[in-house]
């Protein structure tokens, strides 16, 4: 009658519990989950367990008795639907019809919190308490003053219940552990995958394993139909009582979730382990604040540097253009007013002060120029790239008569660009082409096509071409692969055609077999696929 | 044709581009045309300053001012400002001719009503030559409100 009592006062619980309104069950959740636990243990306890299994024995051999527990279990799942939902639901075993194993699902997967919604199981976590051991809990939401909702795990003692069930050989029902749907363990009727003991040093590793864990109770149906050995009566008592406190514990997960509250502690070892876990979680939460803080302060000190060392190179560049710009004006000046009273040597030496200024206040110019490609905001529209680029031969045309003929126009693409900022970099890669081109009459192929997310322009010469080994330094500022009496030039403008393309969020490249010519290439996002900002980074 | 003095005022703080301007204004015979302030607030004491028996030549209004933007005191946008908003002067052509080539300027000074933005121009064979273009052209070719 021990385990009479014992069904009779869970299912009074569980009555009790189902007539709860959320705030009282938040309220009573702990102290009701603890009760429930020490009701399954006293009912599992050896004594009483040799005292069931005597009491089987003998009610096995009246048909009247077994009849009774039969429609005893029978009216309880009458009375207590949600309990018959879980006990009616096995993988292995016959529901007893089945449009009541669907019911019988639905009911169960209402009673499961959202996470798991997909899955009539509950997933649990395995937990290592202050003394070391290693239980399984279902995780309920939290919320403290000072955090977040978040979820601990509150089921101890079931654990520590079905253990005991385990060793004494589970049967009626099966328990399966499972590690992201992968089952682990299977406690089936008549034994247990792997041993017991084994399974206890899994759940060692299971700590260590990745989430998400599930844990799945299944009486099986067989059991509410009866027939079955004593130990089989035993396992419904404690399947139902699990099944209990599993569905309160669902059913309190999922109000507190819903509801994105309530606390629940079930003994001093969790409190100490949730106590733990708050101020680890407190403190990685704080060092993750504090590392945060300190990459945005550093990140806000780059950011200043990069826009003080901008400022500063436009500034050396612009105040020196001045006065380079004054050597340049009066060297002029006593050349044309004095030029004649001066002697040949001093006419070479005065034309060599000029040229070194006018170099300077060339490389200055470019200097400002690539400064400027860093600044400028960038408007971007639909740009018929080749509208552009016929308007770029045509003024390269007004200095270079050849470049008219020299420059084919292929298909090009339209772009969501910035047409000011397209327009420099056609002209910079076609006059370099041009420029490379030694040979007459020189042969410049601009084309473009789309690919994947991006747009691929290229411009493409028969000139003298590069030597691939230095590709890398092609796009750095003052960086040149020629001398300077071979072409002319200060090195600055691809870095400023680099810069302008990246700045779209695009890429630059080039090809070159040395003495056979070069492919320059650069790419621009599709429309769709961009954010561009102004800072010369692009988020995709 | 003879012109009324201060035809142009040059509002400029650097010696060496006054220099080479007003060298190149006197190859041209403007020099007496040209009144030179070497900063906003002179600019604008001349321009805008009270009328007084010591002063009475400066209600004389020029038909073009050539404005430098980076100045001491007053600088040239600020000045372009005070021009615009007052009377006497809001209609005069401003042409700024600075060093800056920053869009920033560019943009700005047009905001604030600037009729042309022009970058200082170094020039070997003929400094500083460029204002005297720039001159002829607002002098002799433009047609300014009367």
Redesign the interface.
Known sequence: MVFALGVAGTFALWRTIQRWQDAELEANAVAVASLLAQVIEAQIDDHDLDALRRWADLSERDPDSSASWRSNAELFLANYPSFGAILRVDDRGRPSDAAGETEARDALRGLVPETSAHSPDVSVGPIRLADGRVAFGVPIPVRTATKEPHVIFALLEPAVALRRLLEHGAAGYSVRVLCQSEELFRAVPGGFEPRPDQFWKNAEVALRMSPPWTVAVHPTAMLVGGAHQGPGIVALIAGLMISALVALLVHVSRVARARGLSLVRVDADLRESIGETEREETEVRELRGTFETRVTQRTATLQETIGDLETFN?SVA?DL??????V??????L??DYGASLDANAREYLGRI?AS??GA?ALMNGL?AFS?SG??ELHMRQVDMRDLVEGVRDDLAAEKPDAASAVQIGALPRAYADSSMMRRVFTNLISNALKFSREAPAQVEVGGYAQANELIYYVRDQGVGFDMRYAHKLFGVFERLHSRGEFEGHGVGLAIVSRLVRRHGGRIWAQSVLGKGATFFFSLPTRGSRDVRGDGTTQV | MARPKFDVLMVEDDSNDLLVAMRAFRRHGLEENVKVVHDGAEAHDYLLGQDTAQNGERRLVPRVIFLDLKMPKVDGLRLLEQLRSHPRTRAVPVVVVTSSDREVDVREAYRLGANSFVVKQFDLEKPGEYLVDIARYWLDLNRAAS
């Open positions: 436009y612009h253009r001045s006065p380079m710009g004054a340049i004006n009066f060297a002029g000046i050349e044309h000029s200024a006018q206040v400002l400027n600044r400028e």
